[in-house]
């Protein structure tokens, strides 16, 4: 890791830097969901969750299905399906160990987004498992959200990163493809060909 000289430690550094956020941003911080997150996240497609594991060890992961998949049971409680995968399920091991999460909702075309903070637990209650269902198969696990807090989050880094402006996407010349990568690794696959087909087959027959 590169050597750095000015370096902020203390939150007294940091503020006189940034300064303090307007009353009206601390003010839009809410303990629970109301009807315009309601609203936001019964039309996301996507979230990303963040967790961390007892020694604060941190992990991001994304999740994606149908626009609404995730379940507002209340407005302090979210479920979330968890549809196959790698079955490296690092989130589920670090809410083991520390249940505070935090979850950011997008919708595709919509600038701003939706910050959730709070607690979770992984569940397997089968009513709630059979809600979810898709192609007549339920998730294995869903995690449930307790809200402790609710917000919006604003439009910049949106507009800074042209996210959604096909226009301004970068080129993805020169992109390994995933099976180029996972080749390049070289666990235990000898032939390119042979990664391909499993890709295909995991972004077809696999998704549920």
Request: hydrophobic letters at 35%; a negative charge; glycine letters at 8%.
């Amino acid at each position: 890791m590169p050597e750095f000289e000015d370096i902020i430690t203390t939150r007294e550094e940091l503020r006189e830097i940034v300064g303090e956020p307007i009353q009206r941003v601390k003010e839009k911080v809410m303990p629970a969901l109301d009807r315009h997150c309601r609203n936001f996240i019964e039309r996301s497609p996507f979230v990303i969750i963040s967790t961390s594991d007892g020694d604060g060890d941190g992990d991001v992961s994304p999740k994606g299905d149908p626009a609404g998949f995730v379940k507002i049971l209340d407005n302090n409680t979210l479920a979330i399906p968890d549809r196959p995968g790698n079955r490296r399920v690092d989130g589920f091991e670090n809410i083991l160990q520390n249940p505070s999460v935090g979850l950011l909702f997008l919708i595709p075309g919509r600038n701003e987004s939706v910050r959730v903070n709070g607690t979770a637990m992984i569940v397997r209650d089968e009513p709630l498992r059979q809600s979810m269902s898709i192609r007549g198969k339920l998730p294995k696990l869903v995690l449930v959200v307790n809200v402790e807090e609710a917000f919006f989050h604003c439009s910049r880094c949106m507009i800074r990163s042209g996210l959604w402006e096909p226009d301004n996407w970068p080129s993805q010349d020169g992109l390994a493809s995933m099976s180029e990568v996972m080749f390049d690794i070289g666990k235990g696959i000898d032939k390119l060909e042979d990664i391909q087909t499993l890709i295909r087959e995991s972004e077809t027959d696999k998704l549920y």
